[in-house]
């Protein structure tokens, strides 16, 4: 007997390898590769090899035993009913391919050992065919874009490589700006000393072998508000995106982010004294509005995130607005 599957939208664009494993995860890779060359898997009547990228429509034949491994299917992933409606609830877009979501301070981008619940995690179990299209920290609010199918995740992540998604966060930063509006130039590394990222102004001085380490990285800000002279709130433009390459910017500034733990050594608390304000101890930095051309519908769309309650709170305190 023949196993007769016929590919959907779900695995369009997808490698022959990766729709084996997630149809039959019982399947080990060295067996996929010995049923693909003796020519009892075939894609539209033709051999293929394991990197054969699948299309909507087309056809896959195999033996009937490959039932036998569906068995071994993880079980989906769920979560409580309160976690799934403030997920729906955060959703701002969405069309046949896309969807946006508002996420909150505190809450992972991807699970990791450091992470036990993460926002794609979440959006996996409100819809498995969703693809994180791009991170923010856990610390950070704000926009974060899935794409629904294997072709949209494809489109938009050559947009994020080709920096054609333009995006605005704000930041509230302590110290005093050097200029109203500017760009920020650095090469940004990991120090392996400290695990955090690090910056070089210039790297003509280090070994050619060692320079691709070290990542060009550009941001533009704008200051729109001073309050009590000692915070600023900015419009921050990263032009690249490199890893905590906002933070790291604003530090280098001698103004970093409020709330930021890791690129800052102020004290919140102490500094909630000296303003006579009770700041919330979060992280000021909200990924805020994005613009792009939709490479799929064709058209512009442009995005707004509300900001979160800790934001909301000290922009009320000084009469800030955006």
Known sequence: MVKIINIGEKYDGARLNRFFLKEFPGLTKSNLEKL?????????????????????????????????????????????????????????????????????????????????????????????????????????????MFARNLKAAKKFSEFFRESSIHKTYVACVSGTMPQESGQIKSFLYEDEKTGKQASK?????????????????????????????????????????????????????????????????????????????????NMFLHAWKVEFFHPILRKNVKLKADFPSHFKKLMKHFDTSF
């Open 36 to 144: 693909l060359r003796k020519g009892q898997i075939r894609v539209n009547k033709g051999r293929v090899k394991s990197s054969f990228e699948l299309s909507s429509g087309d056809e896959v034949k195999g033996p009937e035993f490959l039932n036998d491994f569906v068995e071994a299917r993880e079980n989906k992933i769920s979560f409580d009913e309160k976690t799934m409606k403030e997920f729906k609830d955060s959703i701002i877009y969405q069309d046949e391919s896309l969807l946006v979501v508002n996420k909150p301070s505190g809450l992972a981008s991807q699970k990791s050992k450091f992470a036990k619940v993460a926002l794609d995690e979440i959006a996996k179990a409100h819809d498995e065919n969703l693809k994180l299209l791009h991170r923010l920290d856990k610390e950070t609010s704000g926009l974060v």
């Open 201 to 281: 102004s210039d790297i003509s001085g280090i070994r050619r072998e060692d320079r691709p380490k070290y990542k060009r990285s550009l941001t533009e800000f704008e200051v729109k508000d001073v309050v009590a002279g000692k915070l600023a709130f900015v419009e921050l433009h990263p032009l690249t995106g490199r890893k905590h390459q906002l933070r790291v910017h604003m530090s280098d500034l001698e103004c970093p982010i409020l709330g930021d733990k890791k690129y800052s050594d102020i004290n919140v608390k102490d500094f909630s004294e000296e303003l006579r304000f009770n700041i919330p101890e």
